[in-house]
């Protein structure tokens, strides 16, 4: 079955660690998105990404860096710059920006600081 | 201008009642309007969409009502069931620039039995 795969699920951090939440899809989707969801805040925009080897800065970009070496593969890192990392990352991708058939999420992992 | 203004934060509604979510926005570059909907421990699903060109959109329970002068749309959910206690968010994108959504705040809608 297609999809998009987010690991780990859980994943706890201490102070100043970099750490690297891993995003996979196999839609053949060429754009892919990295959110952050806070409670009553949404889903914040990191990163994304249109093309393999290319990304922009979302709204909260700081803290965070990715890359986009494979079509299939969006890492994401936090770095030790984020101060407050603590937060459920979820990951989007789609064909078409998602305005015809909207985006496809995984399933999230819950980064927390020990 | 990239903000979406999303309310109530959260709404306890009967069951077969009326869910109305509303949403505003600034930016009138935004062309695409989605509602994504939500469950615990999961990634949002697309839900139902609307563009500026029309002002009322339904699928089944679900209708999305559009005002461009106002700019201002909202999600409401005919004959609520328990089953559609979820979180729902609207959101919003242009087909210039920035291409990605842009979401609201969100809003935990509980249907009672």
């Known amino acids: 079955d297609g999809g998009i795969t987010q690991s780990p699920k859980y994943l706890f951090r201490k102070e100043g660690q970099n750490v690297t939440l891993s995003c996979e899809q196999n839609l053949n989707h060429d754009a892919m998105y990295w959110y952050r969801q806070d409670p009553g805040q949404g889903l914040r925009l990191i990163y994304y990404s249109q093309i393999v080897n290319d990304f922009q800065k979302g709204d909260i970009a700081e803290g965070y860096s990715v890359s986009r070496e494979k079509k299939e593969s969006f890492p994401l890192t936090v770095t030790s710059a984020q101060k407050n990392p603590t937060a459920f990352y979820l990951c989007?991708?789609?064909?078409?920006?998602?305005?015809?058939?909207?985006?496809?999420f995984g399933s999230g992992t819950r980064l927390t600081v020990v | 201008q990239q903000q979406v203004k999303q309310s109530p934060q959260s709404l306890i509604v009967q069951k077969g009642g009326i869910s109305i979510i509303n949403c505003a926005y600034e930016?009138?570059?935004?062309?695409?309007f989605p509602w994504y909907q939500q469950f615990p421990g999961k990634g949002p699903a697309l839900l139902i969409a609307i563009r500026p060109d029309v002002s009322e959109k339904k699928e089944g329970r679900f209708t999305i009502s559009f005002n461009k002068s106002a700019k201002q749309f909202s999600l409401h959910i005919m004959d609520s069931q328990p089953g559609d206690s979820a979180t729902y968010f609207c959101a919003a994108s242009m087909d210039t620039g920035r291409r990605a959504l842009t979401f609201g705040s969100g809003t935990r809608l509980q249907v009672q039995p």
């Open positions: 989007a991708s789609s064909n078409d920006r998602g305005r015809n058939y909207g985006y496809t």
């Open positions: 930016n009138t570059a935004f062309d695409y």
